[in-house]
């Protein structure tokens, strides 16, 4: 075996050990900071507050992006635990809910910077808008945007062929 081979089959390997240490001590401390920032953002009389709200769907959004792909790619790469070569469906749903769930997050803290926005205005109309209503109402806003603008996804995955027998869920080429 020469060196270059060598060194690819080293690569290979230290990316499943990478995988199977790191791969559970990410999605478990995750969950943790997850659910811990829930317990606190979902006492009673912070609910109220628009910007708990907030905060409440980021780490929900977060614990299910930990679950869509941190876990698939710990069981996909760690343990060579993979459905989507033999599932279109699954592979489908897998990527559109990981392309989804990346940018709600970030999404709902913007929506968050600017109701904080709204609320330290020096103009009393303003701070008026900060209001639980309208912060529900950008939630599903901000869903619904991101949910019919990656549909792409649903559709467009399919199974590329990289060399004889090595089938991966991809974007269908040339498009």
Known sequence: MSSESAYIASLGSSQTILYRVGGPILIGFGTISCILNLVVFASKNL???????YFI???????????????SSTLAYGYRIDPTPYNLTFCRVRFYAMF?????GPSYLICASVDRILLTSRNALTRQWSTTRLA???IGSVASFWLLLHTHVLVMMTYVQFAPGV???YFQPGI
């Open 47 to 53: 609910r109220k507050n628009p910007c708990s709200i």
């Open 57 to 71: 769907t980021v780490n929900i959004c977060n614990l299910l992006l930990i679950y869509t792909s941190i876990l």
């Open 100 to 104: 989804v769930f990346v940018v709600l």
């Open 136 to 138: 529900y109402w950008c």
């Open 167 to 169: 089938r991966v869920c």
